[in-house]
């Protein structure tokens, strides 16, 4: 069994910063892009970034300049280090990845929760 598991939420003071971190286990052959989604209260869910296997990278526009998604492949993690936090960027953040076991799948995390507020 495949899963992915987030750590790193919390509450946080508007300008600060957290680092979220999303580790894969499981019976794994390679790893894909990874990403990290968002959904705020009320809202759908969105793409805060992606990074591929090779290290290139996709930002939201209203991320960019502020968050950086980076990966380390030999733990099979990926991590979002946010920083000027915003009370938009309220929401409970989601890691994704295309992980090849014996097939493809699209895994999801259980979700941590980014709080900005004062």
């Known amino acids: 069994q495949v899963q992915l598991v987030e750590s790193g939420g919390g509450l946080v003071q508007p300008g600060g910063s957290l680092r979220l971190s999303c580790a894969a286990s499981g019976s794994i052959f390679s790893i894909n892009d990874m990403g990290w989604y968002r959904q705020a209260p009320g809202k759908q869910r969105e793409l805060v970034a992606r990074?591929?296997?090779?290290?290139?990278?996709t930002y939201a526009d209203s991320v960019k300049g502020r968050f950086t998604i980076s990966r380390d492949n030999a733990k099979s993690t990926v991590y979002l280090q946010m920083n000027s936090l915003k009370p938009e960027d309220t929401a409970v953040y989601y890691c994704?990845?295309?992980?090849?076991?014996?097939?493809?799948?699209?895994?999801w995390g259980q979700g941590t929760l980014v709080t900005v507020s004062s």
């Open positions: 994704n990845a295309g992980i090849i076991t014996h097939r493809y799948l699209g895994v």
């Open positions: 990074i591929t296997s090779c290290g290139m990278t």
